[in-house]
């Protein structure tokens, strides 16, 4: 048999071996694939990259999530030891601007027991970087897990994931025309052997896509990321035996459960077609905060409102800490450039375009303690 040479050609055999692959596994494999996928090969974040994301832009984002989560942290007895969770840390930028910040908490750095949740080596070597020889953290208070299973489970727990769900896997199937005939949309291949999508009849749709869709909707939902809701909640419930605590989810989504095809690959800041090159391109999908939310209740946790960006970073003071920095700033252009940088996190743009209202945050807790900034 030919030597697989991309991940391309691995997919390929698999479709040949097996028959079409669901959407959420060609996902895994063009992102998370351990030789070639995506985020296992490069640093993908920035201007010259293929994404730019919040913390990138402006400091003041990880120092407003820093305050959000010291100030939970403080209502909560400010328990020591806690884990600090940070779940795909890009290049440890958030985090790094959340430590500075928090440095006048007293008693924060102290009980603080960073947990970074990172499968890519690429992009763990940035954190380490950012974190530990920069001399912000020491290494005996850091920890990368790969899998959400190896939480310290004998600690409260405070964290955040920006832009962490949309890139895990989706599936997405389509109704026909009569309300329960449902097909799930895989990938498979054209009569040319070239990556194609394909529907195939499904029987195991989630039951609220009948209620929801009209004839032809695509309807998107993540077992992954439901896991992984579930997952954090059991760490922060005290019911299922975790030990309290926050955690703090922000991305782009819908805070309504509704139809819609979100998935897209992008490429040097471009749109490109997601069969196109797999393992060259970041391929996501919006993130439904509303089922997010209702999974996260089921599990007995709180969870607040679901905030657009540009109102939780205005509830959190935004407008003081830019009206701070910016007299720490050496000239007019430095200045200009940090409020302009502000502006974007919380503009909502033409037809909610913007990050400030494309983007939304909610938190889930243990309930123990009021939430501030999302309600
Ligand atoms: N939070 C950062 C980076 C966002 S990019 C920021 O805002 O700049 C997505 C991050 O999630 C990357 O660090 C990527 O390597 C990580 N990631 C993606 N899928 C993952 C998975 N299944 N498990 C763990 N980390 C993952």
Same mark, same amino acid.
């Given at each position: 048999?030919m030597k697989a040479r991309t991940l391309?050609d691995i997919?390929?055999r ?19 694939? @351990? ?6 090969? !490069? ?37 020591? +030891? ?6 795909? @840390? ?11 910040? $928090? ?67 989706? !599936?997405?199937? *389509? ?9 799930? $949309? ?31 909707? *695509? ?23 975790? !030990? ?14 509704? +139809? ?12 490109? @077609? *997601?069969?196109?090159? +797999? ?17 996260? $209740? ?9 905030? +657009? ?12 800490? *830019? ?38 945050? $909610? ?13």
């Open positions: 048999m391309k997919i390929i698999e479709i040949r071996e097996t028959g079409p692959m669901d959407i959420g596994r060609y996902m895994a494999l063009a992102l998370g694939h @351990p030789k070639f996928g995506y985020y296992m090969t !490069r640093d993908p974040l920035g201007a010259r990259g293929d994404f730019t994301t919040a913390p990138e832009i402006s400091q003041v984002f990880g120092e407003l999530i820093g305050a959000w989560l010291a100030d939970m942290w403080l209502r909560a007895g400010a328990p020591a +030891p806690f884990t600090l969770l940070e779940c795909g @840390p890009g290049r440890g930028t958030l985090m790094a601007d959340l430590l500075r910040a $928090m440095r006048g908490v007293p008693g924060f750095h102290a009980a603080a027991r960073l947990c970074l949740l990172e499968t890519s080596p690429v992009l763990r070597a940035v954190q380490e970087k950012t974190l530990i020889a920069s001399g912000l953290v020491p290494a005996s208070a850091c920890r990368w897990i790969e899998d959400l299973a190896d939480l310290p489970a004998d600690r409260p727990l405070f964290g955040v994931a920006n832009e962490f769900f949309d890139a895990l896997p989706i !599936r997405q199937i *389509v109704r026909g025309t009569a309300p329960q005939v449902f097909e799930e $949309m895989c990938v498979g291949l054209d009569l040319d052997g070239s990556l194609c999508y394909l529907r195939v009849p499904d029987a195991n749709y989630p039951q609220d896509a009948v209620d929801l869709c009209a004839p032809g909707d *695509v309807f998107e939902f993540s077992p992954v990321r439901e896991q992984v809701m579930e997952t954090l909640c059991r760490a922060i419930t005290a019911e299922n035996r975790g !030990r309290g605590g926050a955690f703090l989810i922000c991305d782009y989504g819908h805070d309504r459960t509704s +139809p819609g095809d979100t998935l897209q690959a992008v490429r040097h800041h471009e749109c490109v @077609p *997601v069969l196109a090159e +797999p393992g060259e391109a970041d391929i996501t999908a919006h993130v439904d905060f509303d089922r997010l939310r209702k999974h996260a $209740m089921t599990q007995g946790c709180y969870a607040s409102r679901i905030t +657009p960006q540009g109102t939780f970073l205005k509830n959190c003071g935004i407008e003081a800490r *830019v009206a701070h920095l910016i007299k720490r700033c050496a000239d007019d252009r430095q200045a200009d450039l940090t409020v302009k940088a502000a502006q974007r996190l919380i503009a909502s743009g033409p037809a909610g375009t913007g990050m400030g209202a494309l983007f939304k945050l $909610m938190a889930v807790t243990d309930g123990t303690v009021p939430v501030s900034g999302l309600e």
